[in-house]
């Protein structure tokens, strides 16, 4: 008896600090949420294209906005960069049975595929206005920083290949895993629909085939000076958006941590039809409703939310604030507050490029710092400049064909809880935009890592 009434007080206990600890989280997520985003203008001259990274996203961020766009009869495209297939959980979930590790992870590409294709046509969008490119999953950012060459292709260790798989829906056959294949690509597809609107991530989210699809289609707009609307839509940040973590449960609201970052929020309406056939397409998804169901049902709300984040001009005069990193935002679980990233300033003399980057605490010999450099010439060519700082020493990496492995008269000064970096105009390329962006990493693993921003020089 004695050992029952001790077992029930065990589990009253376990239960009452569940509970606590469920407010706490609930609190603490909750007060970093801004319920006031702005409604987005919707503009009669649509011609709207949506760059999803993996099958789903598409439907996660913009169900909405597509359903809304057809109903309107106006055209939609969208574009679908990866098949989704190196999702581990997923692939073993879904097809146990499996031959193999590789034939697990090639037929879970097909389905998510054929799931794009169904969770699309519930909201009325026919599979011709589909496109999907078979790039890697898990591969996109590796693309753009050290697989860009013809000469270095990604190869995707789960599917054995460094091309699209034949036996899919393939945009283009045996197009090679390289940065410069995923720009041409793009830039055919966007060039040739000319949309008046662009859907596609956010620069803060968190999964790298996010960011990184958001850096190709950004350097595309600016190399070819396209004027479109740009809006930015949010999918992996840490638990958000689950319904325990937002106040207004009904409504999505961004992070109010990225509010504070450059970011302006909009958000469009949706009616409860309209959130219905959203939590429909949703559903389609068969294979990552069985693995992350609860996620991706916390997208269908009343609203779908998208950020603008604009182009900076760069100083020529006083260093100002170019990227603002939200402090206490690392990556790494054992954070680090030296390798806190705070922001990135900088300015542009008549002789020389200054940029600054802060952290909360010291710079510290135990982490390394990196500065992500892309210079987009006058004739529309990419040079990537990689700074590596350590123990007080730089290093520029070499990791495309076209990256600057030396700089002449490059100055570094590390004082406290600054790396400032001073880089003559005569050793650099001639240039019209920079795109840039800073990490820090202690051995391998990423403690801290910026948004990338475009600026223009004038």
């Given at each position: ?16 600090l ?19 985003p ?16 993996h ?12 359903y ?5 009869d ?10 989704g ?23 879970l590409?097909?389905?998510?595929q ?19 490119l078979?790039y890697p ?9 050290k ?5 270095h ?7 054995k ?52 699809t ?22 992996h ?30 958000e ?7 959130t219905?056939?959203?939590k429909?397409a ?45 402090v ?43 500065l ?13 400049v ?18 600057l492995?030396?700089?002449n ?38 403690i ?6 475009m600026?223009?020089?004038?």
């Open positions: 008896m004695l050992k029952t009434k001790k077992l029930v007080l065990r589990a009253l206990v376990l239960a009452i569940i509970v606590l600890s469920f407010a706490y989280y609930q609190a603490k997520w909750s007060s970093i949420l801004d319920n006031s702005k409604s987005q203008q919707i503009y009669n001259n649509r011609r709207v294209l949506v760059i999803a990274p099958p789903d996203d598409e439907a996660l961020g913009c169900a909405g906005i597509i809304q766009t057809l109903q309107q106006k055209k939609i495209k969208v574009v679908i960069m990866t098949n297939d190196s999702f581990g959980r997923a692939a073993t979930v879904n097809f146990p049975l499996a031959k193999s590790r590789t034939e697990r992870y090639l037929s590409g097909k389905a998510r054929e799931e794009s294709i169904q969770g699309l046509k519930r909201l009325g969008l026919t599979e011709k206005d589909i496109i999907f078979n999953d898990k591969g996109m950012s590796s693309m753009w920083s697989n860009w060459d013809q000469n292709p990604y190869f995707n260790g789960n599917t290949l460094d091309h699209p798989a034949k036996d899919l829906r393939n945009y283009k056959e045996n197009s090679l895993y390289t940065g410069l294949n995923v720009v041409q690509d793009l830039d055919k597809i966007i060039t040739s629909y000319q949309p008046t609107d662009i859907y596609y991530p956010h620069p803060n989210d968190l999964h790298a085939d996010h960011w990184a958001n850096c190709f289609v950004k350097y595309i707009l600016t190399k070819n000076e396209l004027k479109v609307r740009e809006h930015l839509y949010l999918v940040w840490r638990i958000w958006p689950t319904i325990w973590v937002v106040k207004n449960r009904n409504k999505l609201s961004p992070p109010k941590i990225l509010t504070k970052t450059g970011t302006e929020w909009t469009v309406p949706l009616t409860p039809n309209e219905h056939l959203k429909s949703i559903l389609a998804y068969k294979t990552q409703i069985k693995v992350m169901g609860h996620l991706l049902l916390s997208f269908a709300r009343a609203n779908e939310l998208f950020g603008s984040y604009p182009n900076l001009t760069l100083p020529k005069k006083n260093s100002q604030l170019l990227i603002s990193d939200p206490g935002d690392g990556w790494d679980h054992n954070f680090n507050a030296s390798g806190d990233i705070g922001g990135i300033y900088g300015n542009i003399t008549e002789d020389k490029l200054n940029l600054l980057l802060t952290t909360k605490a010291n710079i510290s010999p135990k982490i390394t710092y990196y992500h450099l892309r210079f987009i010439g006058e004739k529309k060519g990419i040079y990537p990689d700074f590596l700082i350590k123990n007080g020493k730089i290093n520029l990496l070499p990791l495309t064909e076209k990256s492995t030396n700089i008269g490059l100055d570094l000064l590390i004082k406290k809880n600054e790396i400032h970096l001073g880089l003559p105009l005569s050793s650099l390329p001639a240039f019209s935009h920079l795109y840039l962006n800073g990490e820090t990493r202690k051995t391998k693993t990423l801290d890592k910026t948004a990338w921003r600026l223009d020089i004038k």
